[in-house]
T-cell receptor, first 117, second 112 residues
Framework: GAVVSQHPSWVICKSGTSVKIECRSLDFQATTMFWYRQFPKQSLMLMATSNEGSKATYEQGVEKDKFLINHASLTLSTLTVTSAHPEDSSFYIC?????????????FGPGTRLTVL | GENVEQHPSTLSVQEGDSAVIKCTYSDSASNYFPWYKQELGKRPQLIIDIRSNVGEKKDQRIAVTLNKTAKHFSLHITETQPEDSAVYFCAALGSSASKIIFGSGTRLSIRP
């Protein structure tokens, strides 16, 4: 159980275009999902917390108008990178929060590698 | 907010020897400390975790210790094997919004 998927696994786009990444919890419901970004040889940096049915909470320094997050259902959160630029090229990973035997746990998706040309 | 520091950034050990990675955290209210192993291009995989009501936890060759007073926690890998080579991240669950904050990572290399 507790499988999280992401789509697409990789994407290449032209500068100025928008890219949507999906994060799904396949066998459980997740009221809260998280979006991380990881640059090469660096750690995972939390971008935002996605809450089902409400606005996402963004970390300091993350532009909410550039990284649009929608959590329309209990199993799906989407991240849209708008007007992408080469510096947005990164590995984007989502995670879903779930209670396992009363304990707060997170499961990670496989990640999406974005390359902006 | 929570801040997690991790040392060393790189670690090379002889196969069969032990490896130790250390982390400190800033939020005294944090109560969950997972450790992740990440191979190149893949998602972080949870390898062991510890909660604040426990001082030590062991799972085969992997052990984690927690010192709440000092706000330190460590990962110990014994009898290292080539497949242990990867990047390891410590993390802490912050007291607000259940956010997991990651350390900067340790690149572990096992020398044959």
């Amino acid at each position: 159980g507790a499988v999280v998927s992401q789509h697409p696994s990789w994407v290449i786009c032209k500068s100025g275009t928008s890219v949507k990444i999906e994060c799904r919890s396949l066998d459980f419901q997740a009221t809260t999902m998280f979006w991380y970004r990881q640059f090469p040889k660096q750690s995972l940096m939390l971008m935002a917390t996605s809450n089902e049915g409400s606005k996402a909470t963004y970390e300091q320094g993350v532009e909410k108008d550039k990284f649009l997050i929608n959590h329309a259902s209990l199993t799906l959160s989407t991240l849209t990178v708008t007007s992408a630029h080469p510096e947005d090229s990164s590995f984007y990973i989502c995670s879903a929060r779930v209670l396992v035997r009363g304990t707060d746990t997170q499961y990670f998706g496989p990640g999406t590698r974005l390359t902006v040309l | 907010g929570e801040n997690v520091e991790q040392h060393p950034s790189t670690l090379s050990v002889q196969e069969g020897d032990s490896a130790v990675i250390k982390c400190t955290y800033s939020d005294s209210a944090s109560n969950y400390f997972p450790w992740y192993k990440q191979e190149l291009g893949k998602r972080p995989q949870l390898i062991i975790d510890i909660r604040s009501n426990v001082g030590e936890k062991k799972d085969q060759r992997i052990a984690v210790t927690l010192n709440k007073t000092a706000k330190h926690f460590s990962l110990h890998i014994t009898e290292t094997q080539p497949e242990d080579s990867a990047v390891y991240f410590c993390a802490a669950l912050g007291s607000s919004a259940s956010k997991i904050i990651f350390g900067s990572g340790t690149r572990l290399s096992i020398r044959p």
